[in-house]
């Protein structure tokens, strides 16, 4: 089993900053890539970005590139979501996951869910 707990959202305002972070428990946790979904109001769940714990392998979904960066501290069993330059299109509700394949993360496909955290982005 794995237990994920998100924290760090908020309301922002338009150009602003947020750091999102995952505690991430449970025996086997480290052998899981580590990532970050949002929901829009309305819509389906969107893949942010995955990450392996020693962070030598992450993966970006193209319309994230350059804003969003993706981190783990391993000391910790924390990973982190920084996100720059928000945009009210921003606004959702962002999850942590636990996926059992690096592969299967890139895919969207995740086995562990956090419950999620709100971040709204005011224009």
């Known amino acids: 089993q794995v237990q994920l707990v998100e924290s760090g959202g908020g309301l922002v305002q338009a150009g602003g900053s947020l750091r999102l972070s995952c505690a991430a428990s449970?025996?086997?946790?480290?052998?899981?890539?580590m990532g970050w979904l949002r929901q829009a109001p309305g819509k389906e769940h969107t893949f942010i970005a995955v990450?392996?714990?020693?962070?030598?392998?992450?993966y970006y979904a193209d319309s994230m590139k350059g804003r969003f960066t993706i981190s783990t501290d391993n000391a910790k069993n924390m990973v982190y979501l920084q996100m720059n330059s928000l945009k009210p299109e921003d606004t959702a509700v962002y999850y942590c996951a636990a996926a059992r394949y690096f592969y299967s993360g890139r895919q969207g496909s995740y086995d562990y869910w956090g419950q999620g955290i709100q971040v709204t982005v005011s224009s």
């Open positions: 449970g025996r086997t946790v480290r052998n899981y890539a």
């Open positions: 990450i392996t714990w020693d962070g030598g392998s992450s």
